[in-house]
């Protein structure tokens, strides 16, 4: 099997981080905050420092780390936590639903919301447009799931600042595979997955905020701190994160982490090679249609003119034993600005553990397709 699939989960962990889950299963399965016991603080510890190698890896000194159970919680928590009638936010049409659906549902609650199309190098420009008296937030992802392009977070945070609003940024396909430092970017809020490019298991994601910055809770219930007061505490992290929080799943996160603090720079480079031969290697077959650019970071999709995307996909698995996403990759908009909201698109999504191999199986693949 020849696995293009980790945009929505990254396929070969590391061993560090499997042999960690098997020691979590059998040996560090209490409960922290919960418990005085000795095993219960030991689990502590390893949520602790899990929090303290997030803000390392992140560059994120001034930041608190909620965990969640995945991205799309954490882009709920930030937006839900954050905006009230009244308010005004803007997004973009490179979004996944995390972020879209959550907006339309607070729409009915009576929070106006504007949505930019346009090409990202414009971005800042157009998002300017749409700022007014009431707008609260801006909301952008770092990578489209999409093309793999990547928005320059950069001049967002500055643009946002300059007109002292909240800049929430969607993190799931960036983090673990481009460098992203929150000191220097001074993004406010910032989503992650753990199962992507962090290397960890499903189950467990997470939201960085900048100290100062206030989120409502989401949830209420058991915080293991304050028990006697029946109203949901907003401190951070213990008031956001009701409930047992997923333990396992943050231990194998410590793992990924770890590993990527040890590695990430090689990483980088190996998907940065990987990515360039790959989109070289699909630009030279003219019958495909691309929607990524020579920039795209690990995402490219494309479509072969005349085939719907998902028989495209059920090939390259049935015939070819290749793994690939086809269809609308849960963010509509975007398939609307590139006029592939009836057909979607095929979808390649590299890791570190990839090979140029593997991408010539897959260009093979394509011609033999193509051909039949």
Not at 78 to 93: E, N, Q, R
Not at 98 to 121: H, I, M
Not at 269 to 274: D, W
């Amino acid at each position: 099997m020849i696995y293009f699939d980790n945009a929505a989960t990254s396929f070969k962990k590391p061993i560090q981080v499997k042999n960690t889950i098997t020691l979590a299963i059998n040996k560090l399965t209490a409960n922290p905050g919960r418990s005085g016991h000795k095993l219960s603080q030991q689990v502590a510890e390893i949520v602790f420092d899990t929090r303290e190698k997030l803000k390392q890896f992140f560059n994120a000194e001034n930041y608190d780390v909620v965990f969640t159970k995945n991205c799309t919680e954490a882009l709920n928590l930030a937006i839900f936590g954050s905006l009230k009638a009244g308010d005004h936010v803007i997004t973009t049409c490179f979004e996944h639903n995390s972020v879209l659906r959550p907006l339309e549902k607070l729409k009915s609650n009576g929070v106006e919301v504007d949505v930019v199309f346009c090409e990202k190098d414009n971005l800042t420009f157009e998002i300017e447009k749409f700022i007014k008296s009431n707008t609260k937030m801006i909301i952008t992802t770092a990578c489209s799931n999409v093309t793999g392009e990547c928005i320059d977070i950069n001049e967002v945070s500055k643009l946002a600042h300059k007109h002292n609003l909240l800049y929430l940024v969607d993190g799931a396909q960036s983090s673990g595979h481009i460098d992203i430092d929150l000191t220097k970017t001074n993004i406010d809020l910032y989503a992650f997955a753990g199962h992507k490019g962090l290397l960890a298991s499903t189950g467990v994601g997470g939201l960085l905020i900048k100290k100062g910055i206030t989120i409502q809770p989401m949830l209420c219930g058991g915080t293991g701190t304050d028990s006697e007061n029946l109203i949901q505490p907003n401190d951070i992290p213990e008031g956001l994160e009701a409930g047992t929080i997923p333990t396992l799943p943050i231990i194998s996160l410590n793992a990924g982490i770890s590993f990527l603090l040890k590695n990430f720079q090689n990483i980088k480079k190996i998907e940065e090679n990987l990515s360039n031969y790959l989109y070289n290697q699909l630009k030279n077959l003219k019958f495909l249609k691309i929607y990524s650019k020579t920039d795209s970071k690990n995402v490219f999709s494309f479509n072969i003119e005349g085939y719907d995307s998902a028989l495209i996909a059920n090939i390259l698995n049935d015939e070819f034993g290749i793994c690939v996403r086809s269809g609308l990759h849960c963010a509509p908009l975007i398939h609307k600005k590139l006029n592939t909201i009836e057909t979607g698109a095929v979808r390649v999504s590299l890791d570190f553990f990839n090979t140029k191999q593997e991408i010539d199986e897959l260009i093979n693949a394509l011609i033999k397709i193509y051909k039949m």
